[in-house]
């Protein structure tokens, strides 16, 4: 059974940085497609990147150049590193991870099938 949990959360000031990490258990990081997708009061969720069982992230355009994603699979461990934090980026933000399917990560992120309970981080 897999769980993940979030930690790292918190308050910074615009421009500021923050990491936030995710914990997998019941299983292994490697062979997953992992991500993280936020949600703000009001909004959408909305993915924020991901990465595939190969090391390749993908971003979306808001967050590129700024926010970086990496996975430790010794530690079974996914880590979202925040740089030049914005205002516009406070949000709950939640780890997920899928399976694979045909080698291929093809659900959208905020669809994937195991999610954390989400850690928040507000900008100001």
């Known amino acids: 059974h897999v769980q993940l949990v979030e930690s790292g959360g918190g308050s910074v000031q615009a421009g500021g940085s923050l990491r936030v990490s995710c914990a997998l258990s019941g299983d292994t990081t490697s062979g997953y497609c992992m991500g993280w997708f936020r949600q703000a009061p009001g909004k959408e969720r909305e993915k924020v990147a991901s990465i595939d069982s190969v090391g390749s992230t993908s971003y979306t355009d808001s967050v590129k150049g700024r926010l970086t994603i990496s996975n430790d699979n010794a530690k079974n461990t996914l880590y979202l590193h925040m740089d030049s934090l914005k205002p516009e980026d406070t949000a709950m933000y939640y780890c997920?991870?899928?399976?694979?399917?045909?080698?291929?990560?093809?659900?959208?992120?905020?669809?994937?099938?195991?999610r954390g309970q989400g850690t928040q981080v507000t900008v100001s």
């Open positions: 997920v991870a899928d399976r694979p399917f045909n080698g291929y990560c093809s659900r959208p992120v905020v669809d994937f099938a195991y």
